[in-house]
């Protein structure tokens, strides 16, 4: 590859490239870029590297940066991916990646990424044409283990209404709980599971489609909202359950009027057949909205549990990302999604919160993490680092580039293990299971550079097997010029221009020198004299250099 100078690179059907230095012939680094198993790459321009897969999937990874950045992933194929070529004698403003798969399909693809590269200059000139407001988010969490809201001791009622206080004047409020019931009750038919997929539009159809349990805490959760910033000053905008999962997202009164696309959408996950019922158990709420001309989209999950499962819990946030589908906002230029999306999948978000009992697990035993955490000599942080070195969520982060949480950033966890507590207390789980202490609970996101995290902490509320955990963050929320957006635009176009104009001079400069009679300072000297006539130029060389073939 171009850009890396004096090194060669070698292909492992593991999913691992090895680098090595052509001078030395040792090794530099072993990159791993996915967990599937590589058949093919190829490098495209100076630093793109195109690999194909056995599954017909296509991935394209930057490789400037360390680790290598996933920068398109698509199913390019229904069979495995057996050659890449890249048409480099092209004498056109294209460069084509030809893909061939082992049914002998073939198929034409953009080597350039022009979609993509125009995508990329007019997001990257967004503060050219647009003013910016900041906005605070706070994102709240609790696996509240089936209990109700007269079960709360007055310590955890006071620790409540802390944990929907960690701003002082947020601007949108998302609280996401799982097991607001029952689990594992064998009674949770496929029946019941459809009953409760109701989206919940107004508090009269609450009233007709929640249980007593939902509505118990809808109404609680309010009343705290109105305890700790006064009645009227937030109102809900959309609620939405599923099973053991319940969304509620508040905004400040002030930006309702500025509130469009609001709209919920619930995948199920985790589907298993007890007592001749149909069990739905896990799975994730996605509710997204537009403020202003910046979309947001907030996720609530509940994933696999048990300590080993950690493909599982892939699988089923692959689910929640791939199967969530909102209503399509058909307005591609209007740059409020990314990458020019139209808003229908959770990523097409500019900014996206998910949050929820991830159940990732610590790969230690026991006994090793609680050595960790009541050891004397090292001080909490240093415990906590240790820890966190096994955590299965991070360790998915660094070590597996295709894993769908790759790009979501976490800020620094500074808080004990949020699970698996007796209930009532303060002592992790002594029941004959004696689960290993974990950060099942999380939240993550993926946001513009300038978002901020402001906190992320634990709530000591005993009344679950969970602690309640929340963060705050702040967002940047856009208004978009359109007349500054529009020059921009005719800029960007032309830039695009001048960058073919270069692509296919050096197009040509390389299929004259492919002749091998001349050099590329030559063929480019002949080229510009021909005004970039490359047939002239080829019938010149072979009149010009006939004695010498």
């Excluded at 953009?110 to 003013?131: K, N, R």
């Excluded at 070590?399 to 949480?405: E, I, V, Y």
Aim: proline share 2%.
């Amino acid at each position: 590859m171009p850009f890396h100078q004096n090194q060669i690179f070698a292909l492992h059907s593991d999913g691992k490239i090895t680098a090595w230095d052509l001078e030395s012939l040792q090794k530099i680094k072993s990159v791993v870029i996915s967990l599937d198993k590589l058949t093919i790459v190829t490098c495209v321009g100076s630093y793109h590297l195109w690999a194909g897969y056995s599954n017909g999937t296509i991935a394209i990874y930057d490789t400037r940066f360390d680790p290598w950045i996933v920068i398109k992933i698509w199913r390019a194929h229904t069979s495995s991916i057996t050659r890449l070529q890249v048409d480099e004698y092209s004498i056109n403003e294209t460069m084509s990646v030809v893909s061939v798969d082992s049914d002998g399909n073939l198929s034409i693809w953009d080597g350039l990424l022009a979609d993509d590269w125009f995508e990329e200059q007019m997001i990257a000139s967004i503060p050219e044409y647009s003013d910016f407001k900041e906005t605070t988010a706070m994102i709240c969490s609790w696996n509240m283990d089936a209990i109700k809201p007269d079960v709360l001791t007055e310590s955890d009622k006071e620790k409540l209404c802390e944990w929907l206080h960690g701003l002082s004047d947020p601007d949108i409020i998302m609280i996401g709980v799982q097991e607001i019931v029952d689990l594992s009750s064998k009674t949770m038919t496929a029946k019941s599971i459809l009953a409760l997929s109701k989206k919940i539009e107004s508090i009269e159809e609450a009233d007709e489609l929640l249980t007593h349990r939902y509505m118990l805490w809808y109404d609680y959760f309010i009343s705290i909202i109105e305890t700790n910033f006064g009645k009227g000053s937030y109102k809900i905008i959309k609620t939405d359950q599923m099973v053991g999962l319940f969304s509620c997202i508040f905004v400040k009164s002030v930006h309702e009027k500025n509130i469009q696309q609001c709209d919920s959408t619930a995948v199920k996950t985790g589907f298993r057949v007890m007592a001749k019922g149909l069990h739905g158990n896990k799975g994730g709420i996605a509710t997204r909205l537009i403020l202003d001309d910046t979309s947001l989209c907030f996720v609530n999950c509940h994933l696999a549990s048990g300590q080993s499962h950690v493909l599982q819990r892939n699988e089923d946030m692959e689910g929640i990302l791939n199967s969530a589908r909102f209503n399509a906002v058909d307005d591609p230029e209007s740059n409020i999604f990314s990458h020019g999306a139209n808003g229908t999948c959770i990523l097409d978000h500019e900014t996206c919160f998910l949050s929820g009992d991830l159940n990732y697990r610590i790969d230690m035993t026991r006994q090793q993490t609680f050595g960790l955490l009541s050891n004397t000599e090292m001080n909490r942080f240093e415990s906590w680092e240790k820890l966190q070195h096994q955590d299965q969520l991070k360790n998915q982060q660094l070590t597996n580039p295709l894993f769908r949480l790759f790009n979501f950033k976490e800020a620094p966890i500074l808080f004990d293990p949020t699970y698996k507590y007796d209930r009532g207390t303060d002592v992790y789980d002594t029941s004959e299971k004696k689960r290993v202490p974990a950060w099942c609970d999380r939240v993550l996101y993926r946001a513009p550079s300038t978002a901020t995290n402001l906190y992320y902490r634990r709530h000591e509320v005993k009344a679950s097997d969970h602690r309640p955990i929340s963060a705050g963050f702040t967002i940047p929320v856009k208004t978009i010029l359109i007349e500054k957006k529009e020059q921009v635009k005719q800029r960007v176009k032309s830039e695009w221009q001048s960058n073919m104009i270069k692509v296919s001079q050096t197009n040509k400069i390389r299929y004259v020198t492919h002749y091998e009679l001349c050099d590329e300072n030559e063929a480019q000297a002949r080229l510009e004299k021909a005004d970039w006539d490359v047939e002239k130029v080829v019938i010149d060389i072979y009149h010009d250099k006939a004695s010498y073939i």
